[in-house]
Nanobody, 119 residues
Framework: QVQLVESGGGLVQPGGSLRLSCAAS????????MSWNRQAPGKERELVAA????????NYADSVKGRFTISRDNAKRTVYLQMNSLKPEDTAVYYC????????????WGQGTQVTVSS
């Protein structure tokens, strides 16, 4: 069965850190660009961070630059999002997405993991 499963979300105080993981099964992520996206209540889904197939290229939303780091381990079929200096506005459901290189269209989505930043 092809799926992406996120984990690592939870409740954290402002200024704290979390590390999200996205584990793939049923397919290899090595040929997909991977990204983390998030959606807060009442807001549109937004791209948080993306990483190329080899991990050599990354890009981030301006709102998370310098605080979040995306990485991948193709051998483990896992993508990570290290989130530091968390703010209440980072509260959202975070989704992992596998995007095909040729068409640049999302192919697989995870079910999401909730991140809540609150004191």
């Amino acid at each position: 069965q092809v799926q992406l499963v996120e984990s690592g979300g939870g409740l954290v105080q402002p200024g704290g850190s979390l590390r999200l993981s996205c584990a793939a099964s049923g397919f290899s992520i090595s040929t997909y660009a991977m990204s983390w996206n998030r959606q807060a209540p009442g807001k549109e889904r937004e791209l948080v961070a993306a990483i190329s197939t080899s991990g050599g290229s990354t890009n981030y939303a301006d709102s998370v630059k310098g605080r979040f780091t995306i990485s991948r381990d193709n051998a483990k079929r896992t993508v990570y999002l290290q989130m530091n200096s968390l703010k209440p506005e980072d509260t959202a459901v975070y989704y992992c997405v596998a995007t095909t290189i040729v068409s640049k269209s999302p192919r697989y989505w995870g079910q999401g993991t909730q991140v809540t930043v609150s004191s």
